[in-house]
């Protein structure tokens, strides 16, 4: 069964280092999103990237967070300088139609020191 | 903007019992409803969802309930299983224009399936 895939698993990082985080969305998709887990709360959107631009954005994405899609296959999330409340699981999904049907990723645990 | 509540927070069933988690949204243009289930160490999985255009939905041993006029839906799991054990989340989609689909996820229930 086609699956989204997340490297690392574990990120630590210094505060103030930059991280990128990698996503391999299933191969059809044509959405894909990043979400964000802070431990014990809920899941919550960050980024939505349709066609090769953001389509939509939440508020904890700021100019501080990018995202890329450098080839036919990855997507990834970037953060410049990371703050401690930047810890979290981040999760990509992707989906292959609007606003329906999202998979999920196993995460990416970072955190920042 | 949207909000999801989601109750309970903790649910313990014995095995064989049947659990039902609620959820309430608040913008009534919201017409798709996910559900997740997140086990330890891994990403939500989607275990069923139902459209704003349909009441109810089932699939073997899990069902979902839609009432729009009280913007709300329920997840119920007959026959549970300790296999069903995970924290179980709600979710709903604003409905926007254009090429997008932000989900709004409820806080969770962390469901417990005793032997």
């Known amino acids: 069964e086609p699956e989204v895939t997340q490297t690392p698993s574990h990120q630590v990082t210094q505060m103030g280092q930059e991280v990128i985080l990698r996503c391999v969305p299933i191969s059809n998709h044509l959405y894909f999103y990043w979400y964000r887990q802070i431990l014990g709360q809920k899941v919550e959107f960050l980024v939505s990237?349709?066609?090769?631009?953001?389509?939509?954005k939440s508020e904890i994405f700021d100019d501080q967070f990018s995202v890329e899609r450098p080839d036919g296959s990855n997507f990834t999330l970037k953060i410049r300088s990371t703050k401690l409340e930047d810890s979290a699981m981040y999760f990509c999904?992707?989906?292959?139609?609007?606003?329906?049907?999202?998979?999920f990723g196993s995460g990416t645990q970072l955190s920042v020191l | 903007g949207e909000n999801v509540e989601q109750h309970p927070s903790t649910l313990s069933v014995q095995e064989g019992d049947s659990a039902v988690i609620k959820c309430t949204y608040s913008?009534?243009?919201?017409?798709?409803f996910p559900w997740y289930k997140q086990e330890l160490g891994k990403g939500p999985q989607l275990i069923i969802d139902?459209?704003?255009?349909?009441g109810e939905k089932k699939d073997q041993r899990i069902a979902v309930t839609l009432n729009k006029t009280a913007k709300h839906f329920s997840l119920h799991i007959t026959e549970t299983q300790p296999e069903d054990s995970a924290v179980y989340f709600c979710a709903a989609t604003p409905k926007v224009g254009g090429a997008t689909n932000k989900l709004i996820f409820g806080t969770g229930t962390l469901l417990a399936v005793q032997p």
């Open positions: 913008d009534s243009a919201s017409n798709y």
């Open positions: 139902i459209r704003s255009n349909v």
């Open positions: 990237f349709y066609n090769n631009e953001i389509s939509e």
């Open positions: 999904a992707s989906s292959d139609r609007a606003r329906e049907k999202l998979f």
